[in-house]
Protein backbone atom coordinates (compact mmCIF):
# COMPACT_ATOMS: atom_id res chain seq x y z
CA UNK A 1 0.00 0.00 0.00
CA UNK A 2 1.04 3.56 -1.09
CA UNK A 3 1.93 5.12 2.47
CA UNK A 4 0.27 8.52 0.53
CA UNK A 5 -3.16 6.12 -0.37
CA UNK A 6 -4.40 7.39 3.02
CA UNK A 7 -3.60 10.91 2.99
CA UNK A 8 -5.29 11.18 -0.08
CA UNK A 9 -8.19 8.97 0.47
CA UNK A 10 -9.03 11.36 4.00
CA UNK A 11 -11.81 13.68 3.91
CA UNK A 12 -12.75 16.54 5.51
CA UNK A 13 -16.39 18.39 5.68
CA UNK A 14 -17.07 22.11 6.12
CA UNK A 15 -18.93 23.96 8.39
CA UNK A 16 -22.28 22.69 6.49
CA UNK A 17 -21.70 19.24 6.75
CA UNK A 18 -20.31 18.84 2.85
CA UNK A 19 -17.77 16.91 1.78
CA UNK A 20 -15.50 18.73 0.47
CA UNK A 21 -12.03 18.19 -1.76
CA UNK A 22 -9.41 20.16 -4.30
CA UNK A 23 -10.17 22.19 -6.51
CA UNK A 24 -7.10 21.80 -8.25
CA UNK A 25 -6.86 18.10 -8.29
CA UNK A 26 -9.64 16.42 -6.78
CA UNK A 27 -7.87 14.84 -3.77
CA UNK A 28 -10.17 15.21 -0.63
CA UNK A 29 -7.54 14.77 1.76
CA UNK A 30 -7.97 18.66 2.74
CA UNK A 31 -6.57 20.15 6.54
CA UNK A 32 -7.85 23.29 8.18
CA UNK A 33 -4.91 26.19 7.63
CA UNK A 34 -5.89 29.08 9.44
CA UNK A 35 -7.98 31.76 7.35
CA UNK A 36 -7.98 34.39 4.91
CA UNK A 37 -9.18 37.90 6.62
CA UNK A 38 -11.27 40.61 5.00
CA UNK A 39 -12.93 43.88 5.99
CA UNK A 40 -15.94 43.04 7.80
CA UNK A 41 -15.05 38.54 7.92
CA UNK A 42 -13.28 35.88 7.51
CA UNK A 43 -12.86 32.95 5.66
CA UNK A 44 -11.72 29.24 6.47
CA UNK A 45 -8.37 28.63 4.30
CA UNK A 46 -7.78 24.81 3.16
CA UNK A 47 -4.47 22.92 2.74
CA UNK A 48 -4.37 19.75 0.39
CA UNK A 49 -2.16 17.03 1.64
CA UNK A 50 -2.18 15.48 -1.95
CA UNK A 51 -0.98 18.48 -4.03
CA UNK A 52 0.28 21.17 -1.39
CA UNK A 53 -1.93 23.73 -2.93
CA UNK A 54 -4.01 26.14 -0.69
CA UNK A 55 -7.38 27.06 -1.15
CA UNK A 56 -10.67 28.91 0.28
CA UNK A 57 -13.11 27.75 -2.03
CA UNK A 58 -13.15 23.78 -1.88
CA UNK A 59 -15.29 21.95 -4.17
CA UNK A 60 -18.56 19.93 -3.07
CA UNK A 61 -17.82 16.34 -3.44
CA UNK A 62 -20.83 15.39 -1.51
CA UNK A 63 -23.39 17.73 -0.32
CA UNK A 64 -24.57 16.95 3.07
CA UNK A 65 -27.66 14.93 3.63
CA UNK A 66 -29.59 17.97 5.81
CA UNK A 67 -28.91 21.51 6.58
CA UNK A 68 -29.57 23.10 9.87
CA UNK A 69 -30.52 26.92 9.59
CA UNK A 70 -27.82 29.51 11.17
CA UNK A 71 -28.60 30.90 13.99
CA UNK A 72 -27.60 34.13 15.98
CA UNK A 73 -24.58 33.48 18.36
CA UNK A 74 -25.01 34.09 21.54
CA UNK A 75 -21.87 36.65 22.27
CA UNK A 76 -20.06 39.21 19.99
CA UNK A 77 -17.89 38.17 17.56
CA UNK A 78 -14.17 38.28 18.74
CA UNK A 79 -13.38 41.70 16.71
CA UNK A 80 -16.57 43.39 18.73
CA UNK A 81 -15.41 42.27 21.78
CA UNK A 82 -11.65 43.63 21.48
CA UNK A 83 -13.11 47.10 19.81
CA UNK A 84 -15.43 46.35 23.08
CA UNK A 85 -13.12 46.20 25.42
CA UNK A 86 -10.47 48.50 23.67
CA UNK A 87 -13.20 51.31 24.57
CA UNK A 88 -13.67 50.22 27.70
CA UNK A 89 -10.19 50.99 29.04
CA UNK A 90 -10.11 54.08 27.21
CA UNK A 91 -13.08 55.20 29.43
CA UNK A 92 -12.14 54.11 32.65
CA UNK A 93 -8.60 55.57 32.07
CA UNK A 94 -10.26 58.74 31.24
CA UNK A 95 -12.07 58.75 34.30
CA UNK A 96 -9.21 57.62 36.11
CA UNK A 97 -6.96 60.51 35.13
CA UNK A 98 -9.88 63.04 35.89
CA UNK A 99 -9.97 61.83 39.68
CA UNK A 100 -6.01 62.37 40.08
CA UNK A 101 -6.81 65.87 41.14
CA UNK A 102 -10.38 67.79 40.90
CA UNK A 103 -10.82 71.79 40.75
CA UNK A 104 -13.16 72.85 42.33
CA UNK A 105 -13.81 76.41 42.16
CA UNK A 106 -14.58 78.49 45.53
CA UNK A 107 -16.87 81.07 44.80
CA UNK A 108 -17.13 82.88 47.87
CA UNK A 109 -14.18 86.10 48.43
CA UNK A 110 -12.11 85.81 51.98
CA UNK A 111 -11.25 82.84 54.16
CA UNK A 112 -12.87 79.72 54.41
CA UNK A 113 -13.52 76.60 56.77
CA UNK A 114 -13.39 73.11 56.18
CA UNK A 115 -14.80 70.73 59.12
CA UNK A 116 -13.34 67.00 58.83
CA UNK A 117 -15.39 64.76 60.34
CA UNK A 118 -14.17 61.23 61.55
CA UNK A 119 -15.93 57.96 61.38
CA UNK A 120 -19.19 58.72 62.87
CA UNK A 121 -21.07 55.08 62.90
CA UNK A 122 -24.50 56.90 63.66
CA UNK A 123 -25.83 54.01 64.48
CA UNK A 124 -23.75 52.50 66.95
CA UNK A 125 -24.72 53.07 70.24
CA UNK A 126 -21.47 53.76 71.32
CA UNK A 127 -21.58 56.72 69.07
CA UNK A 128 -22.49 60.40 70.64
CA UNK A 129 -24.93 61.24 68.09
CA UNK A 130 -25.87 64.41 70.44
CA UNK A 131 -22.53 65.65 69.65
CA UNK A 132 -22.55 64.61 65.67
CA UNK A 133 -25.89 66.91 65.45
CA UNK A 134 -24.05 69.89 67.49
CA UNK A 135 -21.53 70.49 65.66
CA UNK A 136 -23.09 70.15 61.91
CA UNK A 137 -25.75 72.61 63.72
CA UNK A 138 -22.64 75.21 64.69
CA UNK A 139 -21.16 74.53 61.27
CA UNK A 140 -24.35 75.36 59.60
CA UNK A 141 -25.11 78.96 61.16
CA UNK A 142 -21.21 79.96 60.01
CA UNK A 143 -20.87 82.09 57.06
CA UNK A 144 -17.94 80.34 54.81
CA UNK A 145 -17.78 76.91 56.77
CA UNK A 146 -17.98 73.93 54.98
CA UNK A 147 -17.76 70.20 55.56
CA UNK A 148 -16.16 66.44 54.84
CA UNK A 149 -16.41 63.17 55.97
CA UNK A 150 -13.35 60.30 56.06
CA UNK A 151 -15.62 57.43 56.11
CA UNK A 152 -17.59 54.75 57.98
CA UNK A 153 -20.78 56.65 58.00
CA UNK A 154 -22.31 53.41 59.64
CA UNK A 155 -21.71 50.54 60.93
CA UNK A 156 -23.52 48.85 57.79
CA UNK A 157 -22.75 44.99 58.96
CA UNK A 158 -23.01 42.62 55.99
CA UNK A 159 -22.50 39.14 55.71
CA UNK A 160 -21.24 36.86 58.82
CA UNK A 161 -20.65 40.40 60.36
CA UNK A 162 -24.57 40.73 59.83
CA UNK A 163 -25.22 39.56 63.49
CA UNK A 164 -23.53 42.17 64.88
CA UNK A 165 -26.78 43.89 64.09
CA UNK A 166 -28.00 42.10 67.13
CA UNK A 167 -25.32 43.95 69.40
CA UNK A 168 -26.85 47.23 68.87
CA UNK A 169 -30.42 48.38 69.19
CA UNK A 170 -30.60 50.01 65.36
CA UNK A 171 -31.07 47.83 62.68
CA UNK A 172 -30.22 47.69 58.89
CA UNK A 173 -33.01 49.75 57.89
CA UNK A 174 -32.94 52.42 60.65
CA UNK A 175 -29.54 52.45 59.77
CA UNK A 176 -30.41 53.43 56.40
CA UNK A 177 -32.79 56.50 57.32
CA UNK A 178 -30.00 57.95 59.99
CA UNK A 179 -27.00 57.90 57.37
CA UNK A 180 -29.67 59.43 55.03
CA UNK A 181 -30.31 62.00 56.86
CA UNK A 182 -26.63 62.66 58.20
CA UNK A 183 -25.93 63.49 54.43
CA UNK A 184 -28.19 65.52 53.59
CA UNK A 185 -27.71 67.74 57.26
CA UNK A 186 -25.05 69.74 55.74
CA UNK A 187 -23.63 70.65 52.23
CA UNK A 188 -20.28 68.58 51.85
CA UNK A 189 -17.47 69.77 50.17
CA UNK A 190 -16.01 66.49 49.52
CA UNK A 191 -17.63 62.89 51.13
CA UNK A 192 -15.01 59.72 51.44
CA UNK A 193 -16.24 56.33 51.52
CA UNK A 194 -14.71 54.04 53.99
CA UNK A 195 -14.32 50.07 54.49
CA UNK A 196 -17.76 50.00 56.31
CA UNK A 197 -19.45 52.29 53.14
CA UNK A 198 -17.80 50.12 50.68
CA UNK A 199 -19.12 46.44 51.54
CA UNK A 200 -22.64 47.70 50.28
CA UNK A 201 -21.07 46.71 47.01
CA UNK A 202 -21.53 47.56 43.77
CA UNK A 203 -24.79 49.11 43.74
CA UNK A 204 -23.82 52.06 46.32
CA UNK A 205 -26.62 53.33 48.49
CA UNK A 206 -24.24 56.67 49.38
CA UNK A 207 -23.53 57.66 45.76
CA UNK A 208 -27.52 56.92 45.40
CA UNK A 209 -28.13 59.25 48.04
CA UNK A 210 -25.37 61.71 47.15
CA UNK A 211 -26.67 62.59 43.25
CA UNK A 212 -28.57 65.93 44.57
CA UNK A 213 -25.31 66.78 46.26
CA UNK A 214 -23.00 69.15 44.60
CA UNK A 215 -19.92 67.88 46.60
CA UNK A 216 -17.34 65.18 45.38
CA UNK A 217 -17.86 61.57 46.57
CA UNK A 218 -15.79 58.82 45.81
CA UNK A 219 -14.52 55.64 47.85
CA UNK A 220 -11.21 55.35 49.61
CA UNK A 221 -10.08 58.93 49.04
CA UNK A 222 -10.64 61.77 47.00
CA UNK A 223 -7.90 64.48 45.78
CA UNK A 224 -8.99 68.25 45.84
CA UNK A 225 -7.64 71.40 44.33
CA UNK A 226 -9.49 74.25 45.79
CA UNK A 227 -9.19 77.46 43.11
CA UNK A 228 -10.13 80.97 45.10
CA UNK A 229 -11.63 83.73 43.18
CA UNK A 230 -7.71 85.50 43.81
CA UNK A 231 -6.13 82.46 42.10
CA UNK A 232 -5.10 80.66 44.80
CA UNK A 233 -5.14 77.06 45.03
CA UNK A 234 -4.84 75.08 47.92
CA UNK A 235 -4.76 71.40 47.68
CA UNK A 236 -6.50 68.99 49.84
CA UNK A 237 -5.50 65.00 50.30
CA UNK A 238 -8.19 63.07 51.66
CA UNK A 239 -8.44 59.25 52.18
CA UNK A 240 -10.20 56.87 54.80
CA UNK A 241 -6.92 55.70 55.55
CA UNK A 242 -3.00 56.11 54.97
CA UNK A 243 -0.72 53.02 54.80
CA UNK A 244 1.20 52.83 57.83
CA UNK A 245 1.94 52.98 62.01
CA UNK A 246 3.70 53.84 64.40
CA UNK A 247 3.07 53.57 68.23
CA UNK A 248 5.04 56.45 68.55
CA UNK A 249 3.29 59.03 66.46
CA UNK A 250 -0.74 58.44 65.98
CA UNK A 251 -0.43 60.66 62.79
CA UNK A 252 2.58 58.40 60.77
CA UNK A 253 0.89 57.21 58.09
CA UNK A 254 -0.64 60.44 56.90
CA UNK A 255 2.49 62.05 57.65
CA UNK A 256 5.20 59.91 56.13
CA UNK A 257 2.22 60.45 52.80
CA UNK A 258 3.48 64.26 53.08
CA UNK A 259 6.74 63.24 53.88
CA UNK A 260 7.34 60.96 50.77
CA UNK A 261 6.06 62.66 47.75
CA UNK A 262 2.48 63.90 48.12
CA UNK A 263 2.66 67.77 48.15
CA UNK A 264 -0.40 68.90 49.61
CA UNK A 265 -1.55 71.70 51.80
CA UNK A 266 -3.45 69.34 53.64
CA UNK A 267 -3.69 65.88 54.13
CA UNK A 268 -6.07 63.75 56.30
CA UNK A 269 -7.60 60.45 57.20
CA UNK A 270 -10.15 58.54 59.53
CA UNK A 271 -10.01 54.75 59.86
CA UNK A 272 -8.02 53.70 63.33
CA UNK A 273 -10.34 55.68 65.62
CA UNK A 274 -7.17 57.90 67.09
CA UNK A 275 -5.88 61.55 66.72
CA UNK A 276 -2.45 62.74 65.37
CA UNK A 277 -1.21 65.77 64.01
CA UNK A 278 2.18 67.11 62.05
CA UNK A 279 3.33 70.11 60.48
CA UNK A 280 5.64 69.35 57.61
CA UNK A 281 7.32 71.62 55.53
CA UNK A 282 9.21 70.68 51.94
CA UNK A 283 12.22 72.25 52.23
CA UNK A 284 12.59 72.83 47.90
CA UNK A 285 9.64 74.54 47.79
CA UNK A 286 8.69 75.80 51.17
CA UNK A 287 5.00 73.92 51.11
CA UNK A 288 3.71 73.87 54.55
CA UNK A 289 1.29 70.83 54.97
CA UNK A 290 -0.94 69.56 57.33
CA UNK A 291 -1.26 66.16 58.24
CA UNK A 292 -4.65 64.93 60.28
CA UNK A 293 -5.41 61.72 61.90
CA UNK A 294 -8.92 62.30 62.73
CA UNK A 295 -10.49 60.17 65.16
CA UNK A 296 -14.62 58.88 65.20
CA UNK A 297 -17.34 59.95 67.01
CA UNK A 298 -17.48 56.20 68.27
CA UNK A 299 -16.92 56.68 72.08
CA UNK A 300 -17.32 53.63 73.68
CA UNK A 301 -16.13 50.65 71.80
CA UNK A 302 -16.08 47.18 72.65
CA UNK A 303 -13.04 46.14 70.06
CA UNK A 304 -11.07 48.68 71.59
CA UNK A 305 -11.60 47.03 74.98
CA UNK A 306 -11.16 43.72 73.83
CA UNK A 307 -7.82 44.23 72.05
CA UNK A 308 -6.28 46.68 75.12
CA UNK A 309 -6.40 49.90 73.05
CA UNK A 310 -5.62 52.98 74.42
CA UNK A 311 -8.29 56.04 74.13
CA UNK A 312 -6.31 58.34 71.97
CA UNK A 313 -9.43 60.23 70.81
CA UNK A 314 -8.00 64.22 71.46
CA UNK A 315 -10.27 65.64 68.36
CA UNK A 316 -13.16 63.93 65.82
CA UNK A 317 -13.55 66.58 64.11
CA UNK A 318 -11.06 69.55 63.20
CA UNK A 319 -11.35 72.30 61.42
CA UNK A 320 -8.92 73.39 58.57
CA UNK A 321 -9.38 77.72 58.29
CA UNK A 322 -7.59 78.57 54.95
CA UNK A 323 -6.92 82.78 54.57
CA UNK A 324 -6.00 82.77 50.23
CA UNK A 325 -4.27 86.09 50.43
CA UNK A 326 -1.16 83.88 52.22
CA UNK A 327 1.43 82.14 50.08
CA UNK A 328 2.52 78.29 50.50
CA UNK A 329 5.22 78.95 53.05
CA UNK A 330 3.16 81.14 55.23
CA UNK A 331 1.77 79.91 58.56
CA UNK A 332 -1.04 81.73 58.30
CA UNK A 333 -2.36 80.01 54.73
CA UNK A 334 -3.72 77.48 56.93
CA UNK A 335 -4.53 77.37 60.68
CA UNK A 336 -6.26 73.74 62.25
CA UNK A 337 -8.39 73.90 65.03
CA UNK A 338 -8.77 71.16 67.14
CA UNK A 339 -13.07 72.13 68.18
CA UNK A 340 -15.26 72.89 65.61
CA UNK A 341 -17.22 75.43 67.71
CA UNK A 342 -13.69 77.27 67.90
CA UNK A 343 -12.83 77.03 64.82
CA UNK A 344 -16.73 78.74 63.54
CA UNK A 345 -15.44 81.55 66.09
CA UNK A 346 -11.94 81.62 64.17
CA UNK A 347 -13.54 81.68 61.03
CA UNK A 348 -16.10 84.44 62.08
CA UNK A 349 -13.28 86.47 63.25
CA UNK A 350 -10.95 85.51 60.35
CA UNK A 351 -14.11 86.55 57.72
CA UNK A 352 -15.10 89.45 59.43
CA UNK A 353 -11.55 91.08 59.54
CA UNK A 354 -11.26 90.34 55.92
CA UNK A 355 -14.88 92.33 55.06
CA UNK A 356 -13.56 95.06 57.01
CA UNK A 357 -10.26 95.31 55.33
CA UNK A 358 -12.14 94.99 51.90
CA UNK A 359 -14.51 97.65 52.64
CA UNK A 360 -12.24 100.08 53.36
CA UNK A 361 -9.87 99.45 50.31
CA UNK A 362 -13.50 99.81 48.43
CA UNK A 363 -14.02 103.37 50.38
CA UNK A 364 -10.41 104.22 49.51
CA UNK A 365 -10.67 103.71 45.99
CA UNK A 366 -13.50 105.67 45.56
CA UNK A 367 -12.08 108.06 47.60
CA UNK A 368 -9.49 108.60 45.33
CA UNK A 369 -11.32 108.45 41.80
CA UNK A 370 -13.59 110.81 43.41
Known sequence: MNPNDKVVDDFRKDDDGNIIGCPSCGARALR?????????????????????KKTSNPTIVEASAFTVADRDPEFMPVEDIIAFRKKQYTQKLKSKESRKLVDIAINIDGPIGIAHFGDPHVDDDG??????????????DTDGMYCGNLGDIQNNWI????????????????????????????????????????????GDPLE???????????????????????GKEVRINARHTWKGNSM????????????MGWKDHILTCGHTHISGYQVIKDP???????????????????????????DKNIFNCPVTIIDPSYDDDDNR????????????????????????????????SKSTTS
Open 159 to 202: GRLAVLYGQQSMGAKESWKLTEYFINKVNWLYLVAGNHDVWSGD
Open 248 to 259: WNTAHGVAKAAQ
Open 32 to 52: KDGFSYYANSKKQVWHCNACN
Open 127 to 140: TDLSQIIRYMDILN
Open 333 to 364: LITTIFNPQEGCEFLKYKRDKWKQKSKEVLNE
Open 284 to 310: ASGLISHALQVASFKIIDNYADKLGLD
Open 208 to 230: FIMRDHKGLYERWGARMNLVFPN
